[in-house]
């Protein structure tokens, strides 16, 4: 194949499929709960959205932290999709199946009013810290 053609092809690919700036794939990982929470809020500062996506195990993650943030007014569900991917199974040399959540999140109406509050909380607590 061409050169050419190669980048013609990858021309043609809308990035934001390839990497979405504002999802989040959660994984097993050791990460703490609100690691995702704050990123998510972030995220949503910044794209008035955001998309959270596990796999398997990691899925509950999600769930958690999509009600955190619905539970906090910070969040409204906007859709919410379930899959299964094939995925090789290492040890047995066969693929596998594993289920697979997507949740998007815009922002709700008292998203910045809260975000804003928080900050202020945040200053007051390092004042008074300053001056003790």
Do not use: C, W
Not at 59 to 67: G, L, M, N, Q
Not at 109 to 130: C, K, S, Y
């Amino acid at each position: 194949m061409a050169m050419e053609e190669i980048t013609e092809r990858v021309g043609n690919m809308d990035l934001n499929d390839v990497h979405k700036k504002n999802r989040i794939q959660v994984s097993n990982t050791k990460k703490p709960l609100f690691f995702y929470v704050n990123l998510a809020k972030r995220y949503m500062q910044q794209h008035e959205e955001v998309e959270l996506s596990a796999l398997g195990m990691a899925i509950a993650t999600v769930v958690t932290v999509a009600e955190i943030l619905k539970n906090n007014g910070l969040a409204v569900e906007k859709k919410i999709s379930t899959s299964t991917i094939d995925m090789r199974d290492e040890s047995r040399g066969r693929p596998i199946q594993k289920a697979k959540v997507e949740i998007i999140l815009g922002k709700s109406e008292q998203f910045n009013d809260l975000m804003a509050a928080a900050a202020e909380e945040r200053e007051v607590a390092a004042d008074v810290d300053d001056h003790s």
